[in-house]
Each structure stands twice: as C-alpha cells, then as structure tokens.
Nanobody
Framework: QVQLVESGGGLVQPGGSLRLSCAAS????????MGWYSQAPGKQRELVAT???????NYADSVKGRFTISRDNAKNTVYLQMNSLKPEDTAVYYC?????????WGQGTRVTVSS
C-alpha cells in the first residue's frame, strides 16, 4: 500500500511564502517523476511543477521564477517552495508521484493567499 503524506499548506498574505512537502511511503518503487498540481474552486486540476528522478524540472508559466520544486530521492520526498504568493495561487495542491506502472495522488493540502 502506498501513502503520500502532504504538509505545509495554510493561510498566507500576498507576497508571503510557504513550503509544501510530500513524503511517499509503502510499496513504492521505480519513481521516475514527482510533482505538484493545483485545483482552484470551480477549475480543473492543473500542473504546477514536476521533477524527474534525474532532477529535470518543469514549471507552469504562472509560477516560473516564484516557485521551486526539489526532491530527496533517498526519502521519496518532494518539496515545493512557493515565494511571492499571489491571491490567484489560492487552491488545493496535490502531490503526484509517477512510477512504472502506477500513478499516485496525495489527499491535497489547501493554500489560501489572502490579506
């Protein structure tokens, strides 16, 4: 059984920072990519950032220069450092882990950016 445990969400003022973490545990092997997706109210889930096992990263245009994704392969953990947060970043953020042959999702952590 695979578990993804997310943490780090919360309420922050515009311009503030948050760091999300997602730790994968259980019978999980051959991870080739980890990432974060967001889903705002009334909208579809969309990619925020991904990182491969080799360290290659990909970001949504809306977060480039503000968010940084990183991972600790030994701990099967992925992080998302979010700086210069904007109200439009408000969403539930989901951790995503892709292996061969399965894809796993976390339960989501809520990020609210508001004054």
């Amino acid at each position: 059984q695979v578990q993804l445990v997310e943490s780090g969400g919360g309420l922050v003022q515009p311009g503030g920072s948050l760091r999300l973490s997602c730790a994968a545990s259980g019978s999980i092997f051959n991870i080739y990519a980890m990432g974060w997706y967001s889903q705002a109210p009334g909208k579809q889930r969309e990619l925020v950032a991904t990182i491969t096992s080799g360290g290659s990263t990909n970001y949504a245009d809306s977060v480039k220069g503000r968010f940084t994704i990183s991972r600790d392969n030994a701990k099967n953990t992925v992080y998302l450092q979010m700086n210069s947060l904007k109200p439009e970043d408000t969403a539930v953020y989901y951790c995503n882990v892709r292996t061969i042959p399965a894809t796993y999702w976390g339960q989501g952590t809520r990020v609210t950016v508001s004054s």
